[in-house]
T-cell receptor, first 116, second 112 residues
């Protein structure tokens, strides 16, 4: 089935450690996105990529890093510089650029990161 | 930049009744307004959207209305069913930043 796969579903990290969240899509979409979701808040954009080897910062990029070496993959690294990393992280893709501004965003099932 | 407010944060309705969720936006230049449904433990999924050249759009039991003058749009769900229980998010497309700006979400509870 076509879709977006995020892994791991749950992740625990000690303070000071970097962690990488995986996002893979087989929808042949050019654009991919990472969002952070906190209770009682809307989705906030961390990074997005409209094409391979190119990505842009979203509203809350500090403490995060990404790469886009392949069209299918857009991993997110949560670094030790992120002050409050405990959250639910969502990866999405769309066939049109501009954050789905003219089209649908397809989301993965998310990764829940807890910092101990 | 764009700001989206969503109300209520929680809505509890009896099965079979209607549910209405409202969102307001600040940027009159926004031209695309999607609604997403997020079930427990899953990512959001698009259920309906509307563009600024249309005042209303329906899809079976779901409808969205847009009032550009007042800068608000609403999701209407009729004949609610248990499977409608979820968190619903509205969003507005900020063309100046090429970003979707999201509301904080509404938890819809369908009481049997």
């Amino acid at each position: 089935d076509g879709g977006i796969t995020q892994s791991p579903k749950y992740l625990f990290r000690k303070e000071g450690q970097n962690v990488t969240l995986s996002c893979e899509q087989n929808l042949n979409h050019d654009a991919m996105y990472w969002y952070r979701q906190d209770p009682g808040q809307g989705l906030r954009l961390i990074y997005y990529s409209q094409i391979v080897n190119d990505f842009q910062k979203g509203d809350i990029a500090e403490g995060y890093s990404v790469s886009r070496e392949k069209k299918e993959s857009f991993p997110l690294t949560v670094t030790s510089a992120q002050k409050n990393p405990t959250a639910f992280y969502l990866c999405a893709s769309s066939s049109t650029p501009g954050q789905g501004g003219t089209g649908e965003l397809f989301f993965g099932e998310g990764s829940r990161l807890t910092v101990l | 930049g764009e700001n989206v407010e969503q109300h209520p944060s929680t809505l509890s309705v009896q099965e079979g009744d209607s549910a209405v969720i409202k969102c307001t936006y600040s940027d009159s230049a926004s031209n695309y307004f999607p609604w997403y449904k997020q079930e427990l433990g899953k990512g959001p999924q698009l259920i309906i959207d509307i563009r600024s050249n249309v005042g209303e759009k329906k899809d079976q039991r779901i409808a969205v209305t847009l009032n550009k003058t007042a800068k608000h749009f609403s999701l209407h769900i009729t004949e609610t069913q248990p499977e409608d229980s979820a968190v619903y998010f509205c969003a507005a497309y900020d063309g100046s930043n090429y970003q979707l700006i999201w509301g904080a979400g509404t938890k819809l509870i369908i009481k049997p």
